[in-house]
């Protein structure tokens, strides 16, 4: 059954860095495009960054330059590697494909906070 888990979140000051992993089973991995979503308190899930199979990696503005994406093909792993941490990152973190979606899991809590 293709499921989604995701896992390494906790609580961090700011400044501070975790790295989130991403397991998917089935042939989920087998797409193109996967991402790093997140939901922050009272705000709909927002796609953060994303990642082709050939390792192409794209960000959204706010933040780029402190998380970086990667995955392993073969392991059917994604990561999240979040430096610079902010308060306004605190959100539940989940992965998903891009163009196709599975059954999302129960993501990972970030918080930032001093």
């Known amino acids: 059954q293709e499921q989604l888990v995701e896992s390494g979140g906790g609580l961090v000051q700011p400044g501070g860095s975790l790295r989130l992993s991403c397991a998917a089973s089935?042939?989920?991995?087998?797409?193109?495009?996967m991402g790093w979503y997140r939901q922050r308190p009272g705000k709909q899930r927002e796609l953060v960054a994303w990642i082709g199979r050939g390792g192409d990696t794209n960000y959204v503005d706010s933040v780029k330059g402190r998380f970086t994406i990667s995955r392993d093909n073969a392991k059917s792993v994604m990561y999240l590697q979040m430096n610079s941490l902010k308060p306004e990152d605190t959100a539940a973190y989940y992965c998903?494909?891009?163009?196709?979606?599975?059954?999302w899991g129960q993501g990972t809590q970030v918080t930032v906070s001093s």
């Open positions: 998903n494909g891009l163009q196709r979606y599975w059954p």
């Open positions: 089935g042939s989920i991995f087998s797409v193109n495009l």
